[in-house]
């Protein structure tokens, strides 16, 4: 139990153009998603916190009109990255936790963005 | 805030021979730790978690991690390392800074396992 899936795997992207990213909980209900960014070799670092219906709280520095994220239901969260440029490269993770055990978190597989 | 340390970018051991990657800690209030596993381009995979209870914690795939309230640490271990075991271990605590409930992370260790 507890599946965390995200779409696409792996995305190539022109610089300028907008890219979308999917975090599902396949098996359960998530009330909170996560979403980190991973460098190469780097630990993961937290973007940004959605809870479902409300606004995402982001972490200090993260451009929150440049990462958009969109937690519709308790099964899915989307993070937009818009007019995406090379910089914007690097591994995202998701993550979901569960109603009543929020200190537990389940992740996803991550999708490699490159932005060329 | 929470933090957490892993001293050791790297840590080599033989096929075999037991293991252990370090971690200590630095939380305000009772200490909520966990072990995370990375292979290459995946997400993270969940090992084991002290909330309370026993400090000795056992998790999976063989692995265990000793809680030490005095030493504030909380270090990963195996009795045997496997090759399969080569990976990248991330620590973490739970962070409650800003009312949310958080994962702070470590700095991660590459273990590599040999023959």
């Known amino acids: 139990g507890a599946v965390v899936s995200q779409h696409p795997s792996r995305v190539i992207c022109k610089s300028g153009t907008s890219v979308k990213i999917e975090c599902r909980s396949l098996d359960f209900q998530a009330t909170t998603m996560f979403w980190y960014r991973q460098f190469p070799k780097q630990s993961l670092m937290l973007m940004a916190t959605?809870?479902?219906?409300?606004?995402?709280?982001?972490e200090q520095g993260v451009e929150k009109d440049k990462f958009l994220i969109n937690h519709a239901s308790l099964t899915l969260s989307t993070l937009t990255v818009t007019s995406a440029h090379p910089e914007d490269s690097s591994f995202y993770i998701c993550?979901?936790?569960?109603?009543?055990?929020?200190?537990?978190?389940?992740f996803g597989p991550g999708t490699r963005l490159t932005v060329t | 805030a929470q933090s957490v340390a892993q001293p050791e970018d790297q840590v080599n051991v033989a096929e075999g021979n037991p293991l252990t990657v370090k971690c200590t800690y630095s939380v305000s209030g009772n200490p909520y730790l966990f072990w995370y596993v990375q292979y290459p381009n995946r997400g993270l995979q969940f090992l084991l978690k002290?909330?309370?209870?026993?400090?000795l914690v056992k998790g999976s795939y063989g692995f265990e991690a000793e809680f030490n309230k005095s030493q504030t640490s909380f270090h990963l271990k195996k009795p045997s390392a496997l090759v399969s075991d080569s990976a990248l271990y991330f620590c973490a605590v739970r962070d409650l800074t800003g009312g949310g409930n958080k994962l702070t992370f470590g700095t991660g260790t590459q273990l590599k396992v040999e023959l």
């Open positions: 959605s809870n479902e219906g409300s606004k995402a709280t982001y």
């Open positions: 993550s979901a936790s569960l109603a009543g055990v929020p200190y537990e978190q389940y």
């Open positions: 002290y909330i309370t209870g026993d400090n």
